[in-house]
């Protein structure tokens, strides 16, 4: 059996003034789900965080429960589809060759949402529209970036990302209405960044920082520090109409993925744009002399 390929790193900064979009790409249905080299580890740590720390990475609505079933079944077509080398249905038997399992569909052993992530390396968002706009009605959120599920379930997308500075007067609207109007069958893309001081994957908190991190120098910045990138995915279910919205995320050390002078210089740019409110909502201030010394070296 072949060894899924490498993962592959995402640069989506800009140099230039600060613009804040919603970026959209489209995503060919193949591409939907990643699988890389980290499929192993992260599928470990999942079934870590779902046996420890259950209700602070799963929860569900209601009237979620069609769609999550969707969920599942649409991920198992795409992942049989798509990656038959590992992935492989016979009846209602799902049989994950990478991690070694199979699952029988009509006897599950936990929710279908669950099941959907403990197969994709993505986190799984349900969005379902109300009379107050989109909700997230349901989520399998491991590897959150500095938020708290059990504060965001059962609300708007527009209170979700209230505390983003610009989002309700720049992107609110625009979102709502492309969640509204997104098609089945389409398949949105969109990514954003930010560098951190910890590499963990579940992250629940530590926005707004503003205190230094003294442990940050320019002289060990690439390896105290890491570029954290989600791709993120949206896509309409065919039978019940719920938004899925995935999210990948990938965790580089600094120096792994600013390796030419090219990058650095964008990425010192990018940083220098960012609004105050912008900056301190990333939790920049805390390393940002260091990060900016180290970045400005490689680029010159």
């Known amino acids: 059996m072949a060894d899924p390929p490498a993962e592959r790193i995402y640069l989506p900064f800009d140099a230039?003034?600060?613009?804040?979009?919603?970026?959209l790409f489209s995503v060919p249905d193949k591409e939907w789900f990643e699988l890389d080299n980290r499929?192993?580890?992260?599928?470990?740590e999942r079934r870590r965080l779902l046996a420890t720390r259950h209700a602070d990475v799963f929860a569900a609505l209601p009237q979620s429960d069609h769609a999550r079933a969707e969920t599942l079944a649409e991920i198992a077509r795409s992942l049989t589809a798509h990656w038959p080398q590992w992935f492989a249905e016979d009846g209602s038997l799902l049989?994950?060759?990478?991690?070694?399992e199979t699952w029988d569909r009509r006897a599950l052993p936990c929710d279908p949402l669950e099941l959907a992530g403990r197969v994709v390396q993505e986190d799984l968002c349900v969005v379902q529209e109300s009379d107050a706009g989109p909700v997230l009605t349901a989520a399998l959120l491991c590897f959150p970036s500095r938020w708290r599920l059990v504060e965001k379930i059962g609300r708007p997308l527009a209170e979700v990302h209230g505390p983003v500075p610009f989002y309700g007067e720049r992107l609110g609207r625009p979102v709502d209405n492309f969640m509204r109007h997104l098609k089945p069958g389409h398949i949105a893309g969109r990514l954003n960044w930010s560098v951190l001081d910890d590499a963990t994957l579940f992250q629940p908190s530590g926005k707004w920082r503003n205190e230094p991190n003294r442990a940050v120098t320019a002289d060990n910045a690439g390896e105290?520090?890491?570029?954290?990138v989600e791709r993120q995915t949206l896509r309409r279910l065919p039978r019940t109409g719920a938004i899925l919205f995935g999210i990948r995320v990938h965790v580089y050390p600094?120096?792994?993925?600013?390796?030419?002078?090219?990058?650095?210089?964008?990425?010192?740019?990018?940083?220098?744009?960012?609004?105050?409110s912008t900056s301190l909502y990333k939790s920049l201030p805390s390393i940002r002399a260091a990060l900016l010394d180290w970045l400005d070296r490689r680029a010159n």
């Open 16 to 23: 230039g003034p600060y613009r804040m979009a919603m970026g």
């Open 224 to 228: 105290a520090l890491s570029l954290r």
């Open 254 to 276: 600094l120096k792994d993925a600013i390796t030419t002078q090219d990058t650095a210089a964008r990425l010192a740019e990018a940083i220098r744009a960012l609004p105050e």
């Open 39 to 44: 499929y192993i580890p992260e599928m470990s």
């Open 95 to 100: 049989h994950n060759r990478l991690a070694g």
